[in-house]
C-alpha cells in the first residue's frame, strides 16, 4: 500500500516561531503537495512540488516555503508563525500521470496561539 | 479559471437509504479525469471513485456510482444502501495543469441509524 506519512497529527506552536511540518512518501511519486484545510473552503493548495528541488507555488503561498531535498520527502515551512496558520495542514503526492489519484497523509492540525 | 463547485456544505441520510452528492466543474478540455475523495473523521483522505471523461459509461466502485453529464460539467456521486462507515467529508477534485488537483469546498454527510 501507497504510504504518506506526516510527522505530527497535532501542533500547537506559539506566534512568531519557525514551524516544520514533515512530509514522507514511500511509492517514488515524482509529485508532492501541500495543501491546507479550513471550514467551508475545502483543500487550498500552498505548494507544489514536481522533482527534488523543484517547486512551485500553489494558490495560498504567502507566509510559507517549502523544501523537497529527496525525493521521498516534502516539508512545509512556516518562517514566522501566525495565528491566522491554524488550520489543518494536509500532505499528498501522487505520480505524473494523469489518471492516477493523490495520495494523502492523515494530517497535522496546527495550532498557532 | 479552474474551478470544482459543491453546492451542498452538509447532506445528511438514514441507514440503507441512497444519496446523492452534487459537484460542477469548470474546464476548457476535452479529455481529463474527475476524483470523488472520502474524508472519515480519522482524516485520512481516501480515493471513493474515478471517471475519465471520455468515457461514456459511469463509474461504479460497489455502493458508489456518479452521474457524469460531460455537457452539463457535473459529477455527482450517488452512495446506495448508505451505511453509518459513510459519515464523512467528501470531495470532489479534477486535475489541471496535469499533476496538480483543485478540490471542491466538500459536503459534510452524516449518516444517521
Known amino acids: 500500500d501507497v504510504k504518506v506519512t506526516q510527522s505530527s497529527r497535532y501542533l500547537v506552536k506559539r506566534t512568531g516561531e519557525k514551524v516544520f511540518l514533515e512530509c514522507v512518501q514511500d511509492m517514488d511519486h515524482e509529485n508532492m503537495f501541500w495543501y491546507r484545510q479550513d471550514p467551508g473552503l475545502g483543500l487550498r493548495l500552498i505548494y507544489f512540488s514536481y522533482d527534488v528541488k523543484m517547486k512551485e507555488k500553489g494558490d495560498i503561498p504567502e507566509g510559507y516555503s517549502v523544501s523537497r531535498e529527496k525525493k521521498e520527502r516534502f516539508s512545509l515551512i512556516l518562517e514566522s508563525a501566525s495565528t491566522n496558520q491554524t488550520s489543518m495542514y494536509l500532505c499528498a503526492s501522487r505520480p505524473s500521470t494523469e489518471n492516477t489519484e493523490a495520495f494523502f497523509g492523515q494530517g497535522t492540525r496546527l495550532t498557532v496561539v | 479559471a479552474q474551478t470544482v463547485t459543491q453546492s451542498q456544505p452538509e447532506m445528511s441520510v438514514q441507514e440503507a437509504e441512497t444519496v446523492t452528492l452534487s459537484c460542477t466543474y469548470d474546464t476548457s478540455e476535452s479529455n481529463y479525469y474527475l476524483f470523488w475523495y472520502k474524508q472519515p473523521p480519522s482524516r485520512q483522505m481516501i480515493l471513493v471513485i474515478r471517471q475519465e471523461a471520455y468515457k461514456q459509461q459511469n463509474a461504479t466502485e460497489n455502493r458508489f456510482s456518479v452521474n457524469f453529464q460531460k455537457a452539463a460539467k457535473s459529477f455527482s456521486l450517488k452512495i446506495s444502501d448508505s451505511q453509518l462507515g459513510d459519515t464523512a467529508m467528501y470531495f470532489c477534485?479534477?486535475?489541471?495543469?496535469?499533476?496538480?488537483?483543485?478540490f471542491g469546498t466538500g459536503t459534510r454527510l452524516q449518516v444517521f441509524p
Open positions: 477534485a479534477r486535475p489541471y495543469n496535469t499533476d496538480k488537483l483543485i
